[in-house]
T-cell receptor
Framework: AQSVTQLGSHVSVSEGALVLLRCNYS??????LFWYVQYPNQGLQLLLK??????LVKGINGFEAEFKKSETSFHLTKPSAHMSDAAEYFC??????????????FGQGTILTVHP | GAGVSQSPSNKVTEKGKDVELRCDPI?????LYWYRQSLGQGLEFLIY????????KSGLPSDRFSAERTGGSVSTLTIQRTQQEDSAVYLC???????????????FGPGTRLTVL
């Protein structure tokens, strides 16, 4: 079975500071991992995904994530936060096999607040 | 170049009534997913369609919930005899479902906010 855990339901940073959102996964097979962002009253938008190619994945809006198998982690980072980054972020793992191809299991989400 | 659309955007209903939620996936996407987002439970998978068939209905919370997809396109999620605990945002997503589908990007609609009074 696959699962993800996001450490920290709320993260607050200053504008211009480093953003680090943590995600750890559990998977019995090589995982496919995703980060999605949700702005208020909107659906989810894909930031980036890991599909067993390069371990450092670059996404939109300056975000990137590094897959570390030894730590079972897929943390999301951005060197310099912008006010527009304030949103809720979800880490997800895609299921493999059986009838559940592509089904996503999400973490509980992390609300990012950016203050001036 | 339309994305995934969902209707209605908001639905308020009385306990015990039936509701239908609609999803229009991106044209050409063969896979369609329904998820539910609620304060207590986070984002939960409900059901998955490949074409018109639903190989995975494991997330449907009760037999009051059903879904269908016709013509490999539009999908309808129906909740019968709604209860207050059904209040949530219902999200639909679609993907191309090339290969085995695990790595495919799912594109999400804006959701339907359901409130059961």
């Amino acid at each position: 079975a696959q699962s993800v855990t996001q450490l920290g339901s709320h993260v607050s940073v200053s504008e211009g500071a480093l953003v680090l959102l943590r995600c750890n996964y559990s998977s019995s097979v090589p995982p496919y991992l995703f980060w999605y962002v949700q702005y208020p009253n909107q659906g989810l938008q894909l930031l980036l995904k890991y599909t067993s190619a390069a371990t450092l994945v670059k996404g939109i809006n300056g975000f990137e994530a590094e897959f570390k198998k030894s730590e079972t982690s897929f943390h999301l980072t951005k060197p310099s936060a912008h006010m527009s980054d304030a949103a809720e972020y979800f880490c997800a793992v895609s299921h493999a096999g059986g009838t559940s191809y592509g089904k996503l299991t999400f973490g509980q989400g992390t609300i990012l607040t950016v203050h001036p | 170049g339309a994305g995934v659309s969902q209707s209605p955007s908001n639905k308020v209903t009385e306990k015990g009534k039936d509701v239908e939620l609609r999803c229009d996936p991106i044209s050409g996407h063969t896979a369609l997913y329904w998820y539910r987002q609620s304060l207590g439970q986070g984002l939960e998978f409900l059901i998955y369609f490949q074409g018109n068939s639903a190989p995975d209905k494991s997330g449907l919370p009760s037999d009051r919930f059903s879904a269908e997809r016709t013509g490999g396109s539009v999908s309808t999620l129906t909740i019968q005899r709604t209860q207050q605990e059904d209040s949530a945002v219902y999200l639909c997503a679609s993907s191309l479902a090339i290969r085995e589908g695990r790595g495919d990007t799912q594109y999400f609609g804006p959701g339907t906010r359901l409130t059961v009074l």
